[in-house]
């Protein structure tokens, strides 16, 4: 959305920069030029806000979102993958208990020798 938003900014910049009024008379008043001359200070400085806004999106890129993606990848699924590895031996050993404690006492002490 920001990239949208930068281009309708330069496009209503453009546009104040180039307003002209119409003159009823052969010349513009003071107010009128000063007017126009407001107009496009304000032109410039959106220009220059847009192409501020423009590096801070880059930057933070940069400085931002590329290193979270890396410690995603990197951090987080090494986390998880231990997690599955974890889980899975657990279950197993979980099994062996459930399977130790259901045998009999008679059956127990052959199952223990093996």
């Known amino acids: 959305a920001l990239p949208d938003l930068s ?3 330069r496009k ?3 546009s104040l ?3 002209k009024f119409r003159c009823i008379g052969d010349a513009e008043t003071d107010d009128e030029i000063c007017i126009a001359k ?3 200070e304000f032109a410039t400085v959106l220009r220059n806000l847009e192409d501020e806004r423009m590096r801070m999106i880059e930057n933070a890129s940069e400085v931002l979102i ?3 993606e890396k410690f995603r990848k990197e951090q987080i699924g090494a986390a ?3 997690k599955k590895k974890y889980d899975k031996e657990t279950e ?3 099994g062996v208990l459930e399977k130790h404690l259901n045998l009999s006492s008679k059956k127990k002490e052959s199952q223990l020798q093996e």
Do not use: H, I, V
């Open 17 to 19: 920069n180039e307003f």
């Open 66 to 68: 590329t290193p979270l």
């Open 38 to 40: 407001s107009l496009q």
């Open 12 to 14: 209503f910049a453009d």
């Open 80 to 82: 998880k993958d231990a």
């Open 7 to 9: 281009a309708a900014q």
């Open 92 to 94: 197993k050993y979980c």
